[in-house]
């Protein structure tokens, strides 16, 4: 039977689910390459807007989105401690029309397993007085706030603490194919100069937005949307909980409140490519505008600081919003396309990279004929800041 | 990423008197440190000066009266500045160092800047006085 | 199109025996940031540029750097208000490991054995009341740990052992609320050698820390504890054993 560690793998983008990835493989006891082009989580991982998902915000419409967030939340709450910020969260009807949404996020939120309390407006403003005071109904559920990039980084320290190597500041140059089986990748070392040759046994494509681009250096299409968006920081901690509009997914829908600004998203459009983003001023604008309609205050702050990330949505080309593609992760082993040794895990989002990591080890894992399994949801993670002692 | 290798980029001793871009606070370090070398200097002078009195009351006349002249006046003048301040300022050093740091510490500088320009005044009108 | 800027970048890689500045000269978005200009000079004409950044809105604290000579996040600093030329250097007193990377390993070495919690009791709204089963509203604390405070201090310029004050900052942090942390261990080395005492008041720590941590008020706060409480005496190990 065949040892992990006599296998190599080659994990290429170093955000969340990179990170996870590394993490899962290493404690499996394979090596571990992890190669980003700039500084871990510079991508899309750190530009989210902080949110442990609860789920509720997917219960209707995408319930397995829903049901992986909640799972997840509850195992990173486990390995991570110290890393949220543990307040809860509350969905608020303003309107008449939110709270006739009540009933069916109730029932979503049930089917997938995310625990409720319903509170009345009096009740939702004793936890949160700026809210805003037309508050006809709110719902409690587990959402947090994380640290954008800490909680992955606290992944790679682990990951490293077992042996992975990350290698930030390396971009890849082209993905090594031979006979219809990759081999490695060509990168570029910015730090050093220097080109190189990394041999693997299997290459996992885990570049988010720009999984695309790396899969077309094989020759095999993702269909991947880069679908950014706009969130925008204002000045001042006005809720201590994560306040989501009650009703379906739209956007400037939800404010985390972050140390101490508090984070208003999102919107949602696709592009081509993920390197080229644009800040729609009008979309600042709704921001605030929608922001506003939750908490008052929030839509009257200072602004902190607005910008674009683009998520990895899996979807079909003729998306046009984003909004109609689903949160959830798929996991692409292109031997189905005819290339072995390379494997695209992309979607998904910060709260599910645990869960996307397990599936991808997995499928890595039987294409290597290995029989070990993940141990990622019991092992509690090293602190963020071993990532940079180790 | 150890960081023998890293390039050693930092200002040192260079930070002590360019206040350049910096806040009032950091100008009152600069100035406070100047001031500090400066009273020093005025001290190894002062020492070399009282040599003088071994040699007689005739030598000490005579730097008396140049002491007098228009030109020792303005140094003089220059090392009560220096000496206000770094007293002043001291004081106010003194007081953070107990943790009263104001929201804008920069008032206290002002307060400093303020009343060692009062009492400049006055000690120079005292000196002024003595001289006629 | 309508911020014509030029930047004047300092560049660095492992083996040169100096930095040099490069330029490059680009035309912005009104809405730009030095971040994004600099990420765009990476984009479309220096592929090796490296440089740190995650969260874009200066809460990951990585893209601290020297901008026209005074510390900020460059994710915060709109290109529309600054000057037509722009100076882009990386912090000092870490070390620089290539371009505007500095060496994060420096500064954690003296931040970590602080050992302050994460995450402290939530000080917003007072009048909120958390929802059953969860005692107190919690939140992050504020230090993001990006090296501001140490690159602007004149006394890290010249003393390398000098905690610093991100360290002591953290230090008056566990201080102030211990949550579990070992109150003895960061007083003893707030008042080590190269502790609090180095600190010489210039403040310039607090100016440009960009979260309110202050951490010149901080140090000052701290010198306070040591010199009026005895603590040093009350909190050593042996205190707390008696």
């Known amino acids: 039977m065949a040892k992990p560690a006599n296998f190599h793998v080659v994990i290429v983008g170093g955000g969340a689910t990179g990170a996870a990835l590394a993490h899962d493989l290493a404690l499996r006891g394979l090596r571990v390459t992890l190669v980003e082009r700039g500084e871990v989580t510079s991508g899309t991982t750190g530009r989210h807007h902080g949110l442990l998902h609860s789920g509720g915000r997917y219960a209707v419409k995408d319930p397995e989105s829903a049901r992986e967030c909640i ?320 | 990423m150890s960081h023998s290798k890293s390039y050693d980029w930092r200002p040192g001793p260079r930070a002590w008197w360019d206040p350049r871009g910096r806040g009032l606070g950091y100008w009152a370090f600069v100035l406070h440190r100047l001031t500090g070398l400066g009273l020093v200097a005025y001290l190894l002078l002062h020492l070399w000066m009282l040599r003088l009195l071994a040699r007689g009351p005739d030598a000490w006349d005579a730097f008396i009266r140049t002491a007098k002249s228009p030109l020792f006046l303005v140094l003089d003048g220059v090392l009560l500045l220096g000496l206000v301040y770094h007293g002043i300022n001291g004081l106010r050093l003194t007081w953070l160092g107990y943790g009263r740091v104001e929201e804008r510490p920069a008032r206290g500088v002002v307060l400093v800047l303020g009343l060692t320009a009062l009492l400049w005044l006055a000690g120079m009108g005292a000196l002024l006085l003595v001289v006629r | 199109m309508g911020l014509k800027r030029v930047f004047r970048v300092f560049r660095y890689k492992p083996g040169w025996s100096r930095p040099r500045y490069e330029t490059y000269t680009l035309d912005l978005p009104e809405w730009a940031t030095v971040l994004e200009a600099l990420m765009r000079i990476r984009r479309d004409h220096a592929p090796d540029l490296t440089l740190r950044h995650s969260c874009l809105h200066g809460s990951c604290g990585t893209c601290g750097m020297r901008i026209n000579g005074r510390e900020a996040l460059a994710c915060l600093v709109k290109v529309q208000d600054l000057p037509e030329r722009i100076t882009v250097e990386p912090l000092y007193n870490l070390g620089v490991v290539s371009d505007l990377v500095v060496d994060m390993p420096a500064f954690y070495e003296k931040f970590e054995p602080v050992g302050r919690p994460l995450i402290r009791r939530s000080e917003y709204l007072p009048q909120a009341v958390p929802p059953e089963g969860i005692p107190h509203f919690t939140r992050l604390e504020s230090c993001i740990e990006c090296g501001l405070c140490v690159s602007a201090c004149p006394v890290a310029a010249t003393d390398e052992a000098y905690l610093g004050p991100a360290a002591l900052a953290a230090a008056w942090r566990v201080v102030e609320e211990p949550r579990d942390a070992r109150v003895w261990q960061a007083l003893a080395l707030a008042d080590s050698p190269h502790g609090c005492w180095r600190c010489h008041l210039a403040l310039e720590c607090s100016e440009v820390c960009p979260t309110g941590v202050k951490p010149g008020h901080a140090i000052a706060a701290l010198r306070a504890y040591l010199l009026t409480s005895q603590a040093v005496r009350t909190a050593s190990p042996m205190g707390e054993a008696s």
Request: glycine content about 10%.
């Open chain 1, 71 to 390: 799972e997840e939340n509850f195992i990173l709450r486990k390995i991570a401690p110290g890393s949220f910020e543990l307040n809860d969260g509350l969905f608020v009807a303003i309107t008449e029309e939110d709270e006739a949404y009540l009933p069916r996020f109730l029932e979503g939120c049930e089917a997938c397993g995310i625990p409720t309390q319903v509170l009345s407006r009096e009740e939702a403003l004793r936890l949160e007085p700026n809210l805003n005071p037309q508050v006809r109904v709110a719902v409690r559920v587990p959402d947090g706030t994380m640290d954008a990039m800490r909680l992955p980084l606290r992944f790679l320290a682990t990951a490293k603490k077992n042996g992975a190597v990350v290698r930030p500041y390396t971009e890849v140059l082209e993905v090594l194919k031979r006979n219809g089986t990759v081999y490695g990748v060509r990168v570029r070392d910015h730090v050093t100069g220097r080109e190189e040759d990394i041999h693997a046994d299997v290459v996992v494509n885990a570049a988010g937005p720009w999984s695309g681009k790396i899969a077309a250096m094989v020759g095999v299409d993702v269909p991947i949307r880069p679908s950014p968006g706009v969130l925008v920081a204002v000045e001042g901690r006005w809720t201590n909980m994560v306040i989501n509009r009650l009703h379906p997914a739209g956007d400037g829908d939800i404010i985390v409140p972050q140390r101490g600004l508090s984070i208003i998203g999102t919107t949602s459009w696709v592009v081509d490519d993920p390197d080229a983003l644009d800040l729609p001023e009008d979309h600042v604008r709704l921001m605030f505008e929608k922001g506003g309609e939750m908490v008052p205050v929030v839509g009257k702050a200072p602004l902190w600081a607005a910008w674009s990330a683009a998520r990895p949505l899996v979807g079909p080309r003729q998306a046009e919003t984003g909004r109609e593609l689903s949160r959830t992760f798929k996991c692409f082993d292109h031997a189905d396309e005819g290339v072995e040794g390379f494997v695209t895990i992309t979607g998904g989002k910060a709260t599910t990279a645990r869960g996307m990591a397990e599936v991808t080890a997995d499928v890595v894992c039987r294409k290597l004929g290995l029989d070990v399994p993940s141990r990622t949801r019991e092992v509690v993670l090293l602190p963020h800041t071993a990532y940079y002692r180790l």
